[in-house]
T-cell receptor
């Protein structure tokens, strides 16, 4: 079945540091890929998405590129802020069942001032 | 304000005592779903509904029931809760299917079963 593997956390950074969270996937079809973010005490929110190979999703300074050849969708941000402290989830939906999202385990990121 | 509302936010109960977690959305979304979040496992889908009176099992449906009698509501029912159902539960909804219909999540219900 479809699955998503994320780098394990927690990740602790200083403000203005570079952040990267690795995500790789296994899918039988041609999935759409997502990053969701969960701030403390809240539900998940869509951060960015990509629907085909080489697409780059971007939002709030975060970027991720859909790499079909390496089945990866790594999340990056060049200069993090304390407000970026959250749990980040990589997810995919297979075209055969767009209603079903498969999530990674989540990566907790803490940014210190 | 467009939102998904879950109640209660926190719930402590005992084994075997039936409970219901409510979920309501005000966005006229067709699709609704329940997830549970456990450390190291991410989110796992329990049940989903593509429209009124249409529900289907997700990855971990055992021990749960759902109903979709109205478009806006999708309650999660635990007929006989057990300690392994202690978890953080999220309800989510979307307008349709596919990457152009992102999920909107509620703020979660933290359930403890003793």
């Amino acid at each position: 079945g479809d699955s998503v593997t994320q780098m394990e956390g927690p990740v602790t950074l200083s403000e203005e540091a570079f952040l990267t969270i690795n995500c790789t996937y296994t899918a039988t079809g041609y999935p759409s890929l997502f990053w969701y973010v969960q701030y403390p005490g809240e539900g998940l929110q869509l951060l960015l998405k990509a629907t085909k190979a080489d697409d780059k999703g971007s939002n709030k300074g975060f970027e991720a590129t859909y790499r079909k050849e390496t089945t990866s969708f790594h999340l990056e941000k060049g200069s993090v802020q304390v407000s970026d402290s959250a749990v980040y989830f990589c997810a995919l939906s297979d075209r055969s069942n767009d209603y079903k999202l498969s999530f990674g385990a989540g990566t907790t990121v803490t940014v210190r001032a | 304000e467009a939102q998904v509302t879950q109640n209660p936010r926190y719930l402590i109960t005992v084994t075997g005592k039936k409970l219901t977690v409510t979920c309501s959305q005000n966005m006229n979304h067709e699709y609704m779903s329940w997830y549970r979040q456990d450390p190291g496992l991410g989110l796992r889908q329990i049940y989903y509904s593509m429209n009124v009176e249409v529900t289907d099992k997700g990855d971990v449906p055992e021990g749960y029931k759902v109903s979709r009698k109205e478009k806006r509501n999708f309650p999660l029912i635990l007929e006989s809760p057990s300690p392994n159902q202690t978890s953080l539960y999220f309800c989510a909804s979307s307008l349709g299917q596919g990457a152009n219909s992102p999920l909107h999540f509620g703020n979660g219900t933290r359930l403890t079963v003793t």
